[in-house]
Each structure stands twice: as C-alpha cells, then as structure tokens.
C-alpha cells in the first residue's frame, strides 16, 4: 500500500514543553532498536543519564527545562523512527509532505526532517533550556493564557498591561508573557474585556518575549557554529509561520524563536490551506497538538503516535481510508 497517494496528505508535529510525563516513550526503548538507538544517542550527547530519568525519576528533575527539552526530543525522534521501520518508510518524503513542531518541537521536526542530525539537536535543545533559564532570575515573570479570546483582543490587553503575546495557538487560545507587575496589572484589567477565562501558568520565566533576548544571543554563538542542513521536506518556522530552506536561514529563526511569539494559528491555517494536509500525526508525548488541531479544523484525520500500538492503529486506519477511496 503507497500511503502516500492523493488521498493522503499527512503533516506531522512535535510537542513543545509541557507534554513530558515520566515513562513517555518507553516503549519505543524496549521494543525497537531504531527506538532505543535514539535515547543512548542523546544520553551520550549530553553526557547524562536522561532515559533513566524519563522512564524513572521525578517529574519535577524531568520538567526543569534543560531536561524536558532533550528529554521531548528524544520521545519525538522514537516515535519517527519507530514508525517508519513498523510501515516500511525508507524516506520521510515518501509519507509526510510537510512538518512543525510547537517552540522545542521545531528542533524535533528539523531533526526528523535530517536538517539536524540528534547529536546536534541534542546539544542544541539542552543549551537552550539553560539559556532560557539563565535569561532572567527565577521567578520574576510569568505568563496567562488567555481562553475564548482573539488575536486582536489579546494584542490590545499585551498594549494596556505593558506585557506581549507568546503563543498565538489558534481556537481562542493566546498566552501572554510578562514581567510579574505587569502580569498582575494584566489579570485586574482582563475583566474589561470579552475573555472566556485567564488563567496563570505553572512557569518560572516569561517565554517567547523580548525579555528572553539574552537566550537568543547565547543560542545566536551556538547555532551560527552548527551544521544544519536543508530539510528533506519543508518545515515551518515558529517565528516566521512559513517554511524555509536554507540553511542559515533556519538558524536565524532558531535564533529568534526563543524570545518572538509562536505563530502556531497562522502555521496550522496555512497546513490546511495551502498544503491541504488532511491528516495530522502528532509524534511524541501527548495529544495537546492533535487535540488543538482538531478543534481548530474538525474535518482532519487527527493521530498522535505515543506507543507502538498507536502505529498500528495508524496503519490499519490509513489502510481502510485507501480501501473507501
């Protein structure tokens, strides 16, 4: 069966920070040497005993950024190579068409796309929740999300509150980043305006805002020294929501990502619309991606790939929509 035919055009995404759990992706570990291959690559790279602490430890050492970075990576990056070898894929070209990845999960889709190789990715991503959190002092900043809401409407609460949009989601759901004063200053003046509800976030720094610059600097040194290649298929940018090949081009996104808005909305409208994509397969740990695509556009062919049962369940599916077809 060619799953890649007229009926299927399959996108793929990778989780951002916030999907780790303890245990994600042990069982591409014991399954498959494609998936163990891939945790002993990264421990090496990093010169630490991450899968130990993905699979056992504690999930506040797993959440702190520097570990929940390589540590999603490495759950997104199994679960490609776990499916391809299950289906028989020997180029990422002959299934999907194009890929993203929310924040972290852009490093995810590059690597997977060979435009990073893991041991790249690897130190890349695990500088990068240092910077971030050596960007400002712990705890001085915060960030809202901010539900049943547009686009306009959170722009203008950002203006009046002196705070600035992080992630534009899609489905009324925007995050707002900011200094702690000024977080405050926004939650007493949300009431003026047309919001379902804010809620605070769980976070110790203000992500994806101007006061992250000091980590895109230190991420600037790093990147401008790394072999990145073009990607095999196009991948979006977080920070432009278009895709890109050239190289150097791709680093300064990286490079700007880290303290510009997610532009996710504007990615997931154009997957729809320009590539006309019709299958989502979220890759690694958690439905939070899938789940969003799905309420943002009901009619996608929504899947997330978290276990190899769930490969399964995509083939059989895939299988029976080439049969109707």
Known sequence: MDLKSKYHKIVFLCPGQGSQHIGMGYDFYKSLPEGREVFQEIDEAISYNLSKLIFYGDIEELTKTQNAQPALLAVSVAAWRCLAKNLNITSISDFFIVGAGHSLGEYSALCIANSINLNTASNLVYKRGIFMNNAIPLNVGGMVALLGTDIKTACAIAEESQTEVANDNGYGQIVISGTNTNIEKLLKIVPNYDIKKAIKLHVSSPFHSSIMRPASDDMKKVLLESDIKEPEI????????????????????????????????????????????????????????????????????????????????????????????
Do not use: H
């Open 234 to 325: 196009p991948i979006f940018s977080n920070f432009t929501a278009k895709t890109q090949k050239d190289p150097e081009n791709i680093k300064n996104n990286l490079i700007e990502q880290i303290s510009n808005r997610v532009r996710w909305a504007e990615i997931m409208e154009s997957i729809v619309k320009d590539y006309k994509c019709n299958i989502i397969i979220e890759l690694g740990s958690g439905k939070v991606l899938g789940n969003l695509s799905k309420r943002m556009y009901p009619n996608l062919k929504v899947y997330n790939i978290e276990c190899m049962r769930d490969i399964d369940i995509i083939f059989n599916e895939l299988n029976l929509l080439e049969i109707e077809n």
